[in-house]
């Protein structure tokens, strides 16, 4: 029987205490991205299987291992997205987005899927940050995407990262290199893993991200693609060095890195974190320029990059980053009595309605307790409203810091708009009391 009180394994729930965080690394994420000209895209959780298995591949780990992929009632084969690429180009055609002025840039924040081994970050429910970048075929697009997640890296508060770039090359320069790969692979045949073997004739490159220790060893002395570059691709390569350098960006040549998914051509990149163990890639990402093509769109250069959200907390935990604090209660109102909770209603709803954070008795707690309540969650500022507040139409404003008081008017609530003047007065009561108290 499944344990309805427990979140399936590899997901997790955010918490409302740890909320605040999200929101601020996912803003600063669309911040950033805008700043360099990415507008937000969103697409559905949920695409035909084929999406995927034709961009991110069919020998790779992703599509032969990690996919969620159930038929629907209408006996349709539909997979959850282990990522958001296949689907934002999808869109992308399918909207005719690609025929407009190029470049199209676009980014995304969204939930992703993948049925892997649970572990310190790595999950079954995951969260990406991305950008997609499509029309941009010069070296000065590959620098700019990766300058654009360096700086959303380095807004959020992130420190000590590696950049690493690699050129995989087009499938042209790639067709020697295959040849290359798979006879050193045929040498060592019998040591790889059986979905290794079965990759060897389909797609050798792939025998260089699986995860088994076996494959992984003998992976470590497998020729290197970079040594295989046509003059274009070296060329490209070169171009984005120079760019990197003239954004003033830090990188190392690591001419190992693949990439696990097949649709990567020419510059590949990962940002790499020295603080959170095993799973050290926070971001990785790099141009593909063929996949628009074929799925079907316009031949278009692209390129792009995504960041695991989780990776980046734990980097953010580990470095005992600062966030802008969540928003906390400005003013607890604090009712006696059935009128003055119908008066507390009124004055909470105009304060909000100036923006602030204004809360109320909703338990049907005594005058104690309230204020306990209201100590509790930090309010800043707190009123009694009671029968002789009711009456004098004035209260004291209490500075839960301090515990100084002011006096200041409030409005009969139940005739709201006849007091508008006087509410006016409490909202400026509570500026100048805001003030005084420097306490926001
Ligand atoms: P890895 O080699 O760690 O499996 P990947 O190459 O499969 O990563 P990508 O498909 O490039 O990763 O996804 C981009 C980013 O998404 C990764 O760099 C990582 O930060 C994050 N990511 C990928 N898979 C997971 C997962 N299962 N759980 C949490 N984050 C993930
Ligand atoms: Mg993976």
Redesign the pocket.
């Known amino acids: 029987m499944a344990e309805i009180n427990k979140a399936i394994r590899g997901t997790a729930d955010v918490l409302p205490n740890d909320s605040y965080k999200w929101q601020f690394v996912e803003q600063k994420m669309l911040e950033t991205a805008s700043l360099f000209g990415f507008k937000e895209i969103r697409v559905p959780v949920i695409e035909h299987t084929e999406v995927f298995t034709k961009s991110v591949g069919d020998t790779t780990d992703?599509v032969q291992k990690e996919m969620y992929t159930f038929n629907d009632k209408g006996d349709r084969s539909i997979t959850l997205r282990p990522?958001l690429t296949a689907g934002t180009v999808r869109a992308a055609i399918e909207h005719g987005l690609l025929n407009d002025a190029l470049p199209l840039k676009v980014c995304y924040i969204g939930s992703c899927y993948?049925y892997?081994k649970p572990q310190a970050?790595?999950?079954r429910e995951?969260h990406?940050f991305g950008v997609e970048c499509f029309g941009a075929a010069v070296p000065a697009a590959d620098a700019e995407v990766i300058s654009l997640a360096s700086r959303v890296l380095s807004n959020i508060g992130i420190k000590n990262l590696s950049l690493e770039i690699n050129s995989i090359g087009c499938p042209e320069c790639r067709k020697n290199y295959h040849a290359a790969l798979k006879e050193y692979f045929e040498g060592n045949k019998e040591l790889l893993c059986d979905t290794c073997k079965d990759r060897l004739d389909r797609n050798p490159m792939r025998i260089l991200?699986c995860k088994c220790p076996e494959c992984k060893k003998v992976a470590e002395n497998a020729p290197v693609v970079i040594d295989y570059l046509c003059d274009d691709c070296a060329a490209h390569f070169e171009g984005v060095k120079k760019h990197l350098d003239a954004a003033n960006m830090k990188y190392t040549v690591n001419p190992k890195i693949v990439?696990?998914?097949d649709y990567y051509t020419r510059t590949v990149f990962?940002f790499i974190s020295g603080d959170i163990g095993a799973?050290a890639?926070?971001?990785?990402g790099g141009r593909y320029d063929g996949l628009v093509g074929q799925m079907g769109g316009p031949k278009t250069a692209a390129l792009g990059f995504?960041?695991?959200i989780?990776?980046l907390m734990l980097v953010l935990d580990a470095q005992k980053a600062e966030f802008a604090p969540a928003k906390s209660c400005d003013v607890y109102i604090a009712p006696m009595g059935e009128a003055a909770s119908l008066a507390a209603t009124s004055l909470c709803t105009l304060l909000r309605e100036e923006g602030f954070m204004a809360l109320t008795d909703i338990s049907g707690r005594g005058l104690k307790a309230q204020m306990k309540y209201a100590d509790k969650i930090g309010a800043a500022f707190s009123a009694v409203i009671g029968d002789n507040e009711l009456e004098t139409g004035k209260c004291n404003l209490k500075n839960m810091q301090t515990g100084d008081t002011v006096e200041v008017s409030i409005p009969d609530g139940l005739v709201g708009a006849v007091y508008e003047a006087k509410i006016s007065v409490m909202l400026e009561g509570i500026e100048n009391a805001t003030e005084n108290f420097s306490v926001k």
């Not at 890639?281 to 990785?284: A, D, E, L, P, S």
């Open positions: 992703v990522e993948r892997e970050g790595r999950y995951f990406q991200d990439r696990g998914l990962e799973q890639t926070v971001c990785g995504a960041m695991g989780e990776r």
